[in-house]
């Protein structure tokens, strides 16, 4: 009998496919090789239940990621026999382009289940918070405390990026961390150290992109979250708010110079972009928004040579690895996602790609009835995060990113699911 007709067989894989989410959440930053095990697990426990297959293959979002695979599988092919120096990068990258949308077996997982999405976020937190730890050293304190920049483990832009994450997480949840009344004596303290650590981090990583995008994300998800608040939660969550604010000013203030210098590097470079003459903007290895705008001006001369099919999934290793003029130091990538996809996957191919996003955001934006405000908050503004981050680099291919990624997408698509797949 298959696993399919046993309920006995279902439950054990049922708790298979739990303790595979388990165990992705909880290494999503803490252990590569942990996350990946949990992913595979999560998949497998899908895959052996085939009532599933149908409901899923009806998903128009499944169908269109399905010929995004075949394009890519195509598109990898060409490549290989065109340019069988850089085989081993677009295989590679053929593969991790792919692995963006492996979601959906997470989405199965999280069932839309509050209760379940919420230790999940617990789980990455805690093994988050667990590789912070480890690589933290007492003897750099002073270091970092002045403005040392820093990543525990990680590079100094991702931990940028998951240090707001969290922060935006214990804004989105202040209602649910800190509302009962007989655990606010070490609750409201605990939450507003964390308040203050991650915020820390956040300046402390250097990172425009992730200021950027705090900046844009962090009032909408606040005021939406208090609007739905009961009058009792929202005085709290609006003294907590207060509270976390002033020590997010002090922190600014007490790195101020830190914060001036950085963003005066690039006062010039900003000059030629106001006046949309990026050509003028002279080379400087030094300045990260010269190097971005060098490389973006390099990416998109090649892109107008194969507008349309790309360079292939390894296509930009392969021009930045021989097309760079002389003298130029390497680069491993366009430090802007949209750009790299493109240059990679043509138009055509990122069409199939944002075809498969449309679907996937039309599903989220129809299910929000299904979730609860805080967590419709931090789903939505998350992914906003990433967006805007995006634009200024490229981890895609990056454990650190695509897991992310993943997480976002299988909570938001968990309850698009909810109607979709039987006996849930």
Request: hydrophobic share 55%; with cysteine.
């Amino acid at each position: 009998m298959s696993p399919a007709n046993n309920k006995p067989a279902r439950r054990v894989l049922d708790d298979v496919g739990v303790v595979g989410l388990g165990m992705f959440c909880f290494g999503l930053r803490l252990s590569t090789s942990l996350a990946s095990m949990g992913l595979l697990v999560c998949h497998l426990a899908v895959l052996f239940q085939p009532r599933l297959w149908r409901p899923l293959l009806q998903d128009p979002m499944v169908r269109v990621v399905l010929l995004f695979a075949v394009y890519l599988i195509g598109l990898t092919w060409w490549s290989v026999e065109r340019w069988p120096v850089a085989n081993e990068e677009h295989l590679r990258g053929a593969e991790k382009l792919f692995q963006l949308w492996l979601f959906l077996p997470l989405a199965y997982w999280f069932r839309g289940d509050a209760r379940r999405i919420a230790l999940g976020l617990v789980l990455a937190a805690t093994g988050f918070l667990a590789m912070t730890l480890y690589h933290f050293d007492p003897g750099r304190v002073e270091h970092w405390l002045a403005g040392d920049r820093g990543g525990f483990g990680m590079a100094a832009l991702s931990f940028g990026l998951y240090s707001v994450v969290v922060l935006l997480g214990l804004f989105a949840f202040a209602g649910r961390l800190i509302g009962r009344p007989e655990h606010r004596w070490f609750s409201i303290p605990l939450w507003l150290l964390g308040i203050a650590f991650f915020s820390q981090a956040t300046i402390l990583s250097l990172s425009r992109a992730t200021w950027l995008a705090a900046l844009l994300v962090f009032p909408p998800v606040l005021w939406y979250s208090l609007s739905r608040m009961d009058a009792d939660a929202r005085r709290l969550s609006r003294f907590a708010a207060a509270a976390a604010l002033v020590i997010l000013a002090a922190l600014v203030v007490y790195h101020a110079d830190t914060l001036g210098d950085r963003i005066a590097k690039e006062t010039a470079v900003m000059g030629s972009l106001i006046d949309l003459d990026p050509a003028s903007v002279p080379w400087d290895p030094n300045n990260s928004l010269s190097v971005r705008v060098h490389l973006h001006r390099f990416g998109f001369h090649f892109l107008g040579q194969r507008l349309m099919t790309g360079w292939g999934p390894g296509g930009t290793e392969f021009l930045l690895a021989t097309r760079l003029p002389e003298g130029v130091q390497p680069f491993q990538d366009l430090h802007n996602s949209y750009l790299e996809l493109l240059l990679r996957l043509g138009v055509v191919g990122t069409l199939f790609f944002l075809a498969g996003a449309y679907f996937f955001f039309r599903s989220l934006w129809h299910a929000r009835r299904y979730m609860p405000a805080d967590l419709s908050a931090f789903t939505w503004g998350g992914l906003f995060l990433i967006a805007i981050w995006s634009f200024f680099d490229f981890r895609m291919l990056n454990p650190d990113w695509r897991f992310l990624w993943l997480l976002f997408g299988g909570i938001g698509y968990s309850f698009a699911l909810r109607e979709r797949i039987p006996d849930r």
